[in-house]
T-cell receptor
Framework: DAKTTQPPSMDCAEGRAANLPCNHS???????VYWYRQIHSQGPQYIIHGLKNNETNEMASLIITEDRKSSTLILPHATLRDTAVYYC?????????????FGKGTKLTVNP | GAGVSQSPSNKVTEKGKDVELRCDPI?????LYWYRQSLGQGLEFLIY????????KSGLPSDRFSAERTGGSVSTLTIQRTQQEDSAVYLCASRGGGWAPEAFFGQGTRLTVV
């Protein structure tokens, strides 16, 4: 079972920041938070991951709370092409179970 | 190609027939995953390979489902005596060795059992 909970859907205006929340209250100290997204009719695409510190790459920023029980994925300037289902995943460290357990995700709709 | 390749992209089969789905991972990737996604649903884990061995088969829904991987590369997912509830998109992903963070997914095979 997925160790994360996400809102089923969110809307965002084009050009604005999209902030997608994720709760992972049972996360263990050495488990990572991963985000993937799935654009309609395509396979999922990796976005970003983090352990404790906030992370930023060319696609997004990841903010992890100090207690690590929740995180937020930020798309700073959402475009129509960012409309997708966004999955938050908890992944064990190396040596643990390798499977990625996907929940139902958040369907983000970016509106013009 | 540079990405994960799956074939066929679409497969329509009659109930009771066997089907084979193929996944060509990215060259050099040691980890390989199979997932399935029913219409409007999330991704359901099926099986994970590390090299040619499958340390986690916990997601295979029944003994009609099996998978193998040869030469640490191509993988085949076989569904025997297909049922209508097997209709779904079957997705394959591969990941580099060690603890490479990113899994790359193929476009999937859409299986329809009629």
């Amino acid at each position: 079972d997925a160790k994360t909970t996400q809102p089923p859907s969110m809307d965002c205006a084009e050009g604005r920041a999209a902030n997608l929340p994720c709760n992972h209250s049972t996360i263990s100290g050495n488990e990572y938070v991963y985000w993937y997204r799935q654009i309609h009719s395509q396979g999922p695409q990796y976005i970003i991951h983090g352990l404790k510190n906030n992370e930023t790459n060319e696609m997004a920023s990841l903010i992890i709370t100090e207690d690590r029980k929740s995180s937020t994925l930020i798309l700073p300037h959402a475009t129509l092409r960012d409309t997708a289902v966004y999955y938050c995943i908890v992944r064990p460290p190396q040596g643990g179970s390798e499977k990625l357990v996907f929940g139902k995700g958040t369907k983000l709709t970016v509106n013009p | 190609g540079a990405g994960v390749s799956q074939s066929p992209s679409n497969k329509v089969t009659e109930k009771g027939k066997d089907v084979e789905l193929r996944c060509d991972p990215i060259s050099g990737h040691t980890a390989l995953y199979w997932y399935r996604q029913s219409l409007g649903q999330g991704l359901e884990f099926l099986i994970y390979f590390q090299g040619n061995s499958a340390p986690d088969k916990s997601g295979l829904p029944s003994d009609r489902f099996s998978a193998e991987r040869t030469g640490g590369s191509v993988s085949t997912l076989t569904i025997q005596r297909t049922q209508q509830e097997d209709s779904a998109v079957y997705l394959c992903a591969s990941r580099g060795g060690g603890w490479a963070p990113e899994a790359f997914f193929g476009q999937g095979t859409r299986l329809t059992v009629v």
